[in-house]
């Protein structure tokens, strides 16, 4: 009985991670069709200080592309 119960659980972890992934798959090729449409119209990429960055969050965030 122990054993069918932690198959259980197993199947169901899987089926939540499947599911996760799925989503940010989804939610990446989103953005990267929104940062291809952006590129496209000629906008510049919103900039924010420093500052209101650690205002915002209270340290400095740093992204590298």
């Given at each position: 009985?122990?054993?069918?119960?932690?198959?259980?659980?197993?199947?169901?972890?899987?089926?939540?991670?499947?599911?996760?992934?799925?989503?940010?798959?989804?939610?990446g090729?989103?953005?990267?069709?929104?940062?291809?449409?952006?590129?496209?119209?000629?906008?510049?990429p919103?900039?924010?200080?420093?500052?209101?960055?650690?205002?915002?969050?209270?340290?400095?965030?740093?992204?590298?592309?």
């Amino acid at each position: 009985m122990e054993l069918i119960s932690v198959i259980l659980f197993d199947m169901k972890l899987y089926a939540i991670q499947r599911n996760l992934q799925l989503r940010i798959g989804e939610q990446g090729r989103y953005l990267q069709m929104m940062f291809e449409k952006q590129s496209k119209s000629g906008v510049e990429p919103f900039k924010a200080s420093s500052s209101a960055i650690e205002k915002c969050f209270g340290f400095y965030l740093f992204i590298y592309f």
